[in-house]
């Protein structure tokens, strides 16, 4: 395996600045009433309950704690397109795909490179939201833009012309996907062959506390408030919901490695992972599910490219607790309520953490575990 150590400033750094929310005093916040976890489908870390408004949900908890893919992430991805391609295919930035496209805001960023991005996604709702999304931003352009459609990742050759993508991105959803072998045939039916289409597979976890002495003690505390919320939807899950939550977490915990690309099929496969060494992969560990969490590798040794970066100031943030438990609120919506408290995860539980932090209103410093893996369709 060609296996490289490389300094972060080579490729990502920094992070979009977002719209910074005040947070209220922790002394000020209601006490959220009881309430029911909503069971879902397979997909269920991405969607939210029947019940809950999904554009408030994606303006005020999702889009406002998540991190924002930097330029250089997308920049990334763009510069693989172009020199990975054979120099018999001069690669083109014509059609792009965004799949699990969720609230739209990585489509509205491919917008800036090509001229027309397909957005696709299993929920209605989320379509919606991502043209809202789109039209408040690029009101002029979205009907040229932008082809919104309801699709599985695993079907999207049944929707789409072969071999017409320039790119593929999928960001936060192959390890949610019943058959990630069957999506990424259908990807590369989609894609342009020779080296012409690009398919970019990005993830991302918790995050963590970079500071070492924090994240020796309150780490720990984050995943156990982080698993007990996962411990009380897996418990009132189908059997197949379940067995969803198993694959997410082995996928995760892999680092998208259990990811296949045969060699007849895919050529310069590069897997890209920051902060491997010392951060967690994935939202929830083996025991919010009650199972083991087994990682699998489908690596090709010594044909893939496999760069591993360390860097704890990646996508930083500066976070107190009441932020921290905004970004946890948007993991697993639940019905009514914005918060985590009260029946699933205690105050007692935030407090205890924010005294470890130093104190409410006192902020420390967040990296994030991020993988993205790029292939080009041969």
Not at 263 to 280: D, I, L, M, S
Request: some cysteine.
């Amino acid at each position: 395996m060609h296996h490289t150590q490389q300094r972060s400033q080579l490729y990502v750094r920094g992070i979009i600045s977002q719209l910074h929310l005040t947070p209220p005093s922790a002394s000020n916040l209601p006490r959220p009433p009881r309430r029911t976890l909503i069971a879902t489908s397979p997909h269920r870390s991405w969607e939210v309950s029947p019940n809950i408004d999904t554009t408030s949900y994606w303006d005020q908890g999702y889009l406002r704690t998540r991190p924002t893919y930097p330029a250089s992430f997308y920049h990334q991805i763009y510069d693989y397109h172009t020199a990975a391609s054979p120099s018999s295919t001069a690669p083109t930035f014509t059609l792009a795909h965004d799949i699990g496209a969720g609230p739209g805001h990585v489509a509205h960023a491919l917008a800036h490179k090509f001229p027309h991005v397909h957005v696709s996604d299993i929920d209605p709702r989320h379509l919606t939201y991502a043209q809202h999304l789109h039209h408040t931003n690029s009101p002029s352009t979205t009907t040229t833009k932008f082809t919104y459609t309801l699709a599985r990742a695993e079907h999207l050759a049944a929707h789409f012309p072969p071999a017409s993508a320039d790119l593929i991105l999928s960001a936060l959803l192959f390890p949610l996907l019943p058959s990630p072998a069957t999506a990424l045939r259908a990807c590369h039916t989609v894609l342009k062959p020779a080296g012409g289409g690009t398919l970019a597979i990005a993830f991302y976890g918790l995050p963590h506390f970079s500071e070492a002495p924090y994240a020796a003690t309150c780490q720990p505390l984050l995943d156990g408030i982080v698993d007990r919320l996962y411990q009380s939807a897996i418990r009132r899950a189908t059997e197949t919901q379940r067995a969803s939550y198993k694959r997410e977490a082995d996928a995760a915990a892999s680092w998208l490695d259990c990811l296949a690309f045969p060699a007849a099929e895919w050529r310069a496969v590069q897997r890209w992972t920051w902060n491997r060494g010392w951060a967690r992969m994935g939202f929830f560990t083996g025991r919010a599910g009650g199972f083991v969490v087994e990682p699998v590798s489908r690596v090709r040794a010594g044909e893939e490219e496999v760069v591993e970066v360390e860097d704890r100031g990646l996508w930083r943030r500066e976070w107190d607790v009441c932020r921290l438990r905004r970004f946890v609120s948007g993991l697993l919506p639940l019905e009514g309520v914005a918060g985590v408290e009260g029946g699933v995860v205690s105050r007692g539980d935030w407090g205890a953490l924010a005294a470890e932090m130093g104190g409410m209103g006192v902020k420390r410093a967040f990296s994030w575990p991020v993988v993205l893996v790029l292939a080009k369709r041969r």
